[in-house]
C-alpha cells in the first residue's frame, strides 16, 4: 500500500512540476509581448506558478474522470469541458480572493474586462478555460498520462522532484516573507497593491537610472521594499 500511495504522489507531483513550469513560460512570453520586458510572473522568485501546477492537477484529474455512465459520447466530452472550465474559473476565483482578501494583493487584475467579477475573473478568460480544457482533453492528456506514468516508473526522478519541491519550499517562505511586508504596508495605507505594477515600477525605475533590475529578485535592491511601494503608490495617485 505504501508503495502504491508513494507512486501515486510521485505521479501528482510530476504533473503539479510541469503544469506550475509551462504556466510560468506561458505568462513569462505573454508579460514580454505585452510589457515589452522581460517580468517574472506570479509572487515567487523561481519558475513556478503553483496556480498553473493546480490547474494541470484538476485537468488531468477530472479528465480521468470514468463518465462511461453517460451513454452519449458526445456529451461526455461536454461535460468533461464544463467540468474543467468551471474548476479552473474557481481556482483562480479562490487563489485570487485569498491573496485580496489575506495579504492585500492583487497576482493578477480583470479590472478592465466585461463582466469581471472582483477583477479576479471574467468571461473572456473563463473561456479561454474552456479552449484549454478542450485542447488539454481531446489532444494533451494521453501524453502527460504516459509521461507520468514514465517519470512515476524511473526512481532517479524521485530524487529530482524531491530536489524541486526542497527549493521550492524555500522559495515559498522567501516570498511569503516579502508579500507579508507588502501586506504590512497596504494595510497602513488602506489599498490592495497590484504586485505587477510594483514590479513594472520597479524594472522602469531601473531602466531610467540604466541600472540592471535582478530578474528573479526584482524587489531586493537598495531601496526598502517600503520605498518602493511609496514610489509605486506615488505613481499609481499621478495617472488618476
Known amino acids: 500500500i505504501n508503495g502504491v500511495n508513494m507512486k501515486i504522489i510521485s505521479q501528482l507531483s510530476v504533473i503539479f512540476i510541469i503544469g506550475g513550469t509551462l504556466g510560468w513560460l506561458n505568462e513569462l512570453i505573454f508579460r514580454r509581448i505585452v510589457h515589452k520586458k522581460w517580468v517574472n510572473p506570479g509572487f515567487l522568485t523561481g519558475p513556478c506558478l503553483?496556480?498553473?501546477?493546480?490547474?494541470?492537477?484538476?485537468?488531468?484529474?477530472?479528465?480521468?474522470?470514468?463518465?462511461?455512465?453517460?451513454?452519449?459520447?458526445?456529451?461526455?466530452?461536454?461535460?468533461?469541458?464544463?467540468?474543467?472550465?468551471?474548476?479552473?474559473?474557481?481556482?483562480?476565483?479562490?487563489?485570487?480572493?485569498?491573496?485580496?482578501?489575506?495579504?492585500?494583493?492583487?497576482?493578477?487584475?480583470?479590472?478592465?474586462?466585461?463582466?469581471?467579477?472582483?477583477?479576479?475573473?471574467?468571461?473572456?478568460?473563463?473561456?479561454?478555460?474552456?479552449?484549454?480544457?478542450?485542447?488539454?482533453?481531446?489532444?494533451?492528456?494521453?501524453?502527460?498520462?504516459?509521461?507520468?506514468?514514465?517519470?512515476?516508473?524511473n526512481p532517479i526522478y524521485s530524487y529530482l522532484e524531491g530536489l524541486y519541491f526542497g527549493v521550492f519550499i524555500v522559495d515559498m517562505c522567501y516570498s511569503f516573507h516579502v508579500v507579508t511586508k507588502i501586506k504590512k504596508w497596504a494595510k497602513e495605507h488602506n489599498v490592495v497593491v497590484k504586485y505587477e505594477d510594483l514590479k513594472l515600477t520597479v524594472k522602469n525605475k531601473m531602466d531610467q537610472l540604466k541600472?540592471?533590475?535582478?530578474?528573479?529578485?526584482?524587489?531586493?535592491?537598495?531601496?526598502?521594499?517600503?520605498?518602493?511601494?511609496?514610489?509605486?503608490?506615488?505613481?499609481?495617485a499621478d495617472k488618476k
Open 50 to 153: 503553483p496556480l498553473y501546477g493546480c490547474g494541470l492537477l484538476l485537468l488531468y484529474l477530472i479528465s480521468s474522470i470514468d463518465f462511461s455512465f453517460i451513454s452519449s459520447p458526445v456529451l461526455q466530452k461536454i461535460v468533461v469541458v464544463l467540468a474543467i472550465t468551471v474548476a479552473m474559473t474557481g481556482i483562480e476565483y479562490i487563489t485570487g480572493l485569498i491573496f485580496i482578501k489575506g495579504m492585500n494583493l492583487k497576482l493578477w487584475d480583470y479590472s478592465d474586462r466585461f463582466g469581471n467579477i472582483q477583477g479576479i475573473i471574467c468571461p473572456l478568460f473563463t473561456l479561454c478555460w474552456g479552449v484549454l480544457g478542450v485542447v488539454y482533453y481531446l489532444f494533451v492528456h494521453k501524453y502527460i498520462v504516459g509521461a507520468v506514468n514514465w517519470i512515476s516508473e
Open 211 to 236: 541600472k540592471k533590475a535582478s530578474f528573479i529578485f526584482m524587489l531586493k535592491n537598495k531601496n526598502s521594499i517600503n520605498e518602493e511601494l511609496d514610489i509605486y503608490n506615488k505613481e499609481k
